[in-house]
């Protein structure tokens, strides 16, 4: 089942403000349900929580990473190189 546009941006948005406050946080679409999304209702379709990281990673806002055969996990997408260090604006 295809999830409603405004459900799908409002758990999309929701695992942006999460990985805003934890950047280093790694985990499974069963435990972004759990932990990440700890406001949206416990019956939040599970489909409505893939397709919305699913959504996040076309934007290249997070990425999926295969641990295993069995075991795939999601996160913010790292910095290649690391933040700039040189950028700092001063005035």
């Known amino acids: 089942?295809?999830?409603?546009?405004?459900?799908?941006?409002?758990?999309?948005?929701?695992?942006?403000?999460?990985?805003?406050?934890?950047p280093d946080a790694t985990?499974?679409?069963?435990r972004n349900?759990?932990?990440w999304l700890p406001r949206?209702?416990?019956?939040?379709?599970a489909e409505t929580v893939e397709q919305a990281l699913q959504l996040l990673e076309e934007r290249s806002l997070i990425?999926?990473?295969t641990i295993s055969s069995r075991l795939?996990?999601?996160?913010?997408?790292r910095?290649?190189?690391g933040p700039t260090n040189g950028a700092a604006h001063h005035g």
């Open 79 to 81: 910095e290649a190189h």
């Open 63 to 65: 990425e999926r990473v």
């Open 33 to 35: 349900r759990r932990v």
């Open 40 to 45: 949206i209702r416990l019956e939040e379709a």
């Open 1 to 22: 089942m295809i999830a409603n546009r405004d459900d799908l941006e409002r758990v999309a948005s929701e695992i942006l403000r999460y990985l805003q406050r934890r």
């Open 27 to 30: 985990d499974t679409v069963g």
């Open 72 to 77: 795939v996990v999601y996160r913010r997408v």
